[in-house]
T-cell receptor
Framework: NAGVTQTPKFQVLKTGQSMTLQCAQD?????MSWYRQDPGMGLRLIHY???????DQGEVPNGYNVSRSTTEDFPLRLLSAAPSQTSVYFC?????????????FGPGTRLTVL | GEDVEQSLFLSVREGDSSVINCTYT??????LYWYKQEPGAGLQLLTY?????DMKQDQRLTVLLNKKDKHLSLRIADTQTGDSAIYFC??????????????FGKGTKLSVKP
């Protein structure tokens, strides 16, 4: 099992550009989520999905879109990048069913918006 | 809303015990978690405790839960330089119909001096 994989590892964008951060998991997990990590802020939830075709907003969803067409993939789209979106982005997955169980994290994508 | 609070820094000498503290607000959390993040890496689940437990021990790690005070602690015995990392406390968010998303504290940076 590869676990949770994320691409790219690093990315530099100019303000206004768009891009998609890729996330895939091979554990057949129903629940997937995206977090951003900023210095001194911990991890904040952007969007999450409890299964294919179902997505919902987290704490900081503005400026980001997601879709979930398959169980394995959960891409995060930045439609028009802004410097405030400079951050480290983590994708995570776990089995569904509410509480409990281990949430597996990807290695992260470090994004800089100039 | 839910909140998780941690002190930001802790410095100990190699061989000493480290105690990282956390307070949380959601009394309905069934599980509480400790994650470790090494520099440049994703988050790794260290341990978790079920809310009907007071203590859980796993090799050098001891988790204490005071549910009345909503206080969680992680003790690392015989701290080694390899334990230097950021440690995140997390609880499960059940308000507003969310699907058990994790809410993270800002993280405690543990520095171990030789």
């Amino acid at each position: 099992n590869a676990g949770v994989t994320q691409t790219p590892k690093f990315q530099v964008l100019k303000t206004g550009q768009s891009m998609t951060l890729q996330c895939a998991q091979d554990m057949n997990h129903e629940y997937m989520s995206w977090y951003r990590q900023d210095p001194g802020m911990g991890l904040r939830l952007i969007h999450y999905s409890v299964g294919a075709g179902i997505t919902d907003q987290g704490e900081v969803p503005n400026g980001y879109n997601v879709s979930r067409s398959t169980t394995e993939d959960f891409p995060l789209r930045l439609l028009s990048a802004a410097p405030s979106q400079t951050s480290v982005y983590f994708c995570a997955s776990r089995t569904s069913g509410g509480d409990g169980g281990e949430q597996f994290f990807g290695p992260g994508t470090r994004l800089t918006v100039l | 809303g839910e909140d998780v609070e941690q002190s930001l820094f802790l410095s100990v000498r190699e061989g000493d015990s480290s105690v990282i503290n956390c307070t949380y607000t959601d009394s309905s959390s069934t599980y509480l978690y400790w994650y470790k993040q090494e520099p440049g890496a994703g988050l790794q689940l260290l341990t978790y405790i079920f809310s009907n437990m007071d203590m859980k021990q796993d090799q050098r790690l001891t988790v204490l839960l005071n549910k009345k005070d909503k206080h969680l602690s992680l003790r690392i015995a015989d701290t080694q330089t390899g334990d230097s990392a950021i440690y995140f406390c997390a609880e499960t968010d059940y308000y507003g119909g969310s699907q058990g998303n994790l809410i993270f504290g800002k993280g405690t940076k543990l520095s171990v001096k030789p």
